[in-house]
């Protein structure tokens, strides 16, 4: 066949050495002309080279559609109906019972042949491609050996539970070799909870060595479920087997069958601490990145160390909390370096939000002023904000936020401004905001920038809402301070507002400084209502007056405006809202002063534009 083929190819050679000679003596040979005859091109003669195959165009893969029929009748009706024909017999079970015709031992020894039974037909169900149904007949042969077993120990007190205990974890063993032997994490994640439940089917004396039996069996069983969940890639099983040993422990505590003691809690939080320490070296390992298993450790780390501040707390010993969060913090800190030096983006992301959380839990373990937390609180969320965007961590960004905003409303919250505690504090977030513009403004994120300027607005303005000026001096000094702070950072980020924000940022500013000169006839005139009313009028309509100089001076037609409005809006107040509270000759002075500085006004604004 190979010498056919290489023949065909030598012949086919042969043919077109041939055809490109023709070619090269057609074009050596001189053209005839003629007086009526115009050069044509010479026609190459034709080849018989075969033209490329056409390749076929991929078909477009259609997304196969879901075959409820085959997951239905193959996949769900074997799962449900196994529970249903197990519920069936134990129903059966109970009426030969009740009547009389099965003893103790006999119920004990169906159990045991319904097992095998179970066992056998799953084999064979497997055998012949029924791998669902044999599957969950093997489901059953474990499940009714632990029922079987149980039922000997405590319904019929015919072992102890020094049987009784092994041979459940010897079930549950096989049940584990059986779903690794048929590739299965359902079964897996089956026997995994039935291993968990183990001490519920075998309720002990309630003795303190028995206590600690249950709860060491419940983390070496952990441990054994990791590594088989870790060496297949179960993710599911992983996720069910770490949450299964909170839910057991918990559990134990509300049992009423054993004696619980601040020692046996202890000894659960340290079970729950190797947990989180084994997770981790599993993870710094690099075994379970296929998992996704980033979610779990921290989530983790908030319980483990939940546990930790109870367990240690009863037991006497909570300065070990305190270390034990320290030494955390610090390894998720070294390991956000390390990881950040090797690329790895998720395990970055996830080190530097648990060494957030446990610097955040040092500040609420430690500092016991609420003025000093809540400060370094708001520094916290600002650092961490900065850092998520120096290593372009979103989450960072996200839990950097969320601490920054968090804080910011408890301090906004607090209704009343008294103690310098609160100056200070209030300070600290008017200057992390301040922090958080530029940087926004720096790192060109449009989003953050609107949401920082607006939060710094509200914030000046409701610390001058919230101070109370009854008890506190120097009231006009910190009027001061808040307005030419709002101006700075006005002309530090006016170039980058656009229009509408620009608009109310100046608006909320001019309502502050009426406000202001509001607040300063209040203070300044000790007299009635006549002498506050003019002095605040008077100067409203001054400032309206500086507004249209100042348009005026720098041609800017918006302030000028802005003046206009505001003089308009003075006479409008005094017209249906002060004239009924002022006397006569009040009157007759604010309206002459009104007119007059109406009148100048007018000059400034038309007084260079003469026609």
Known sequence: MENERIDKLEARILQLEKEVQQLKEEKNKPPILTNQEVPQPIKPVSTSIPKKPTVPKPE?????????????GKVWLPRIFIFVLLLG?????????????????NRIIIGFIVAVLFYYIGNKQIKRDRVALGKVLLVGFISTLLVTTFAMHILYDMIPLAVAFPLNVIWVAIGIYLSHLHRSQAMGVMFAVAGYLIPFLVAGSG????????????????????WFAVRNQYRILFYVSTVFLHIVYIALLFTGSHVWDSAHIFLMTVGILIQHEVVFYTLLKGKIEKLRAFPVLFSGFIVTLTWAKIGFEIHDVAYLFT?????TT????????????????NLFSISTVAATFGISVLILDLVDSPYVSTSLFLIQ????????YTFQSKIQQIVGYVIYYLVALIIISDPFLLWWEDIMVWAILIGTLYFLVLFNLKRKDEMFFRVNIVAALLAHTIFLLELDYYNIAFGELYWMVIISSLIVLYRLTSKHMHTVMKQVYVGVNVIIHLAFISYLAGEWVTG??????????????LYALGCVFIGVRRQHKETRLLGIGLILFTLLKLIFFDLAFISLAT?????????????????????????
């Open 528 to 541: 009635m209502t006549n002498e506050v009313v003019f002095f605040t009028t008077i100067g409203w309509a």
């Open 207 to 226: 003795t303190n060595a028995t206590v600690v039996s249950v709860i060491t069996y419940e983390l070496i069983y952990y441990v054994a479920l990791l």
């Open 323 to 327: 270390i034990y969060v320290l030494l």
């Open 381 to 388: 969320g600002a650092l961490v904000v900065y850092v998520g």
């Open 89 to 105: 017999v134990v129903w059966g079970f109970r009426i030969a019972v009740d009547a009389g015709w099965l003893n103790e031992t």
């Open 60 to 72: 477009t893969v259609k997304k196969e559609q879901t075959d409820w029929e085959t997951l239905l």
């Open 330 to 345: 610090i390894r998720y800190g070294w390991l956000a370096y390390h990881s950040n030096r090797k690329q790895q983006a």
């Open 587 to 611: 009157r007759a002075m604010l309206f002459v002063l009104l007119g007059f500085i109406g009148i100048v006004l007018s000059r400034f604004m038309y007084g260079k534009n003469k026609e």
